[in-house]
């Protein structure tokens, strides 16, 4: 079948509106999303002007009134397909990802996002200094110091530069091991919550909303 | 009186629109059960078939999604046109999740037939 030139600018215009709006989803996917789209345009066009065996706008606009605007369009992909990821995936990269897009979406969103991002920064942190550790024994670790007024200060050092006075390493070597089982306990307990938010989400998107 | 009977209608169709969209997965599991289907067939069995109304901006999304939740896959085929289709077809999950679906349909609809005994 043929497609009249104006016909097939008009699907690239739709086509590419639809592409600038799917972000969050890798190449991969959005190209496969187009083709889909594309191949549905043509065929539903073709198949509204049998008896010319070429595809004109008229049909071509049709079919694209049909799929509503690009825009909803590419709202409904991200929404379904990021949320059904983060439920799969156990990657906080992907899941950091999920929330982001959920965060825009509605304030609990936020702030699961920003209880995920504290939880993984300090488990991160956790495991840094465990690793630190190993390579500046004498001033990685958990410190303790005096600071000024006779309150204690109590930090996490990665072990560059020298050790200010009256500090006192808390854990010893037992930082390696308990730098990382915290750091990895925290980044799993992260990983389980955030995704029993996605999902309870989820749900809540499939029931009926007044 | 026109102005509450206008109400009265807007509510029952927002009811029916959520039911209809709470059974389209369901729906496309079913019409993808006897074998794999592209998307556009997939709207005409479900429209053809039943009086389900799909939005096309909704099938193709939830498509989506029901493959990345593993119950559907996909695999690329030419067309005579020149431009490839996208074919679904249901995984072993899809096939169980579609069972257990159409159970809780079939219970979900005979508890209210006897519910609404009395209304017809």
């Known amino acids: 079948m043929t497609v009249a030139g104006d016909a097939q600018q008009r699907i690239e215009a739709y086509l590419g509106r639809l592409r600038g709006r799917l972000r969050g989803a890798n190449e991969a996917e959005v190209r496969e999303i187009v083709e889909e789209l594309r191949s549905h345009i043509l065929d539903k066009a073709a198949a509204s002007e049998e008896a010319h065996g070429e595809i004109t706008s008229a049909g071509v606009d049709a079919a694209l009134a049909a799929l509503g605007s690009p825009e909803e369009l590419a709202s409904e992909y991200m929404t379904d397909t990021l949320l059904a990821r983060a439920e799969v995936s156990r990657s906080p990269v992907q899941i950091l990802r999920s929330l982001f897009r959920w965060a825009s979406l509605s304030v609990a969103g936020f702030f699961v996002l920003l209880g995920s991002v504290l939880g993984y920064f300090f488990g991160v942190v956790f495991i840094l200094v465990a690793v630190a550790k190993l390579f500046h024994p004498h001033t990685a670790g958990l410190w303790a110091f005096p600071s000024g007024a006779g309150d204690t200060e109590i930090s996490f050092r990665l072990g560059f530069g020298s050790v200010p006075t009256g500090g006192r390493d808390l854990l010893g070597w037992w930082m390696v091991p308990i730098g990382w089982v915290a750091g990895g306990g925290l980044v799993m307990l992260t990983t389980y919550i955030a995704v029993w938010f996605v999902r309870q989400y989820r749900r809540s998107l499939a029931l009926p909303r007044n | ?120």
Do not use: N
């Open chain 2, 1 to 120: 009186m026109k102005e509450r009977e206008a109400r009265e209608l807007e509510a029952g169709d927002k009811w029916e629109v959520q039911l209809r969209k709470g059974c389209l997965e369901l729906a496309i599991l079913a019409a993808l059960w006897e074998g794999k289907r592209y998307g556009l067939e997939i709207l005409r069995r479900l429209e053809s078939d039943s009086d389900l109304i799909v939005s096309e901006g909704t099938v193709y999304p939830l498509l989506s999604r029901l493959k990345a939740l593993g119950l559907l896959r996909s695999e690329w085929v030419e067309s005579e046109g020149g431009h490839p289709r996208k074919y679904y077809a249901l995984t072993s999950a899809g096939k169980r999740r579609a069972a257990e679906m159409a159970g809780i349909w079939a219970q979900f609809s005979s508890s209210m037939s006897k519910l609404l005994a009395p209304l017809s």
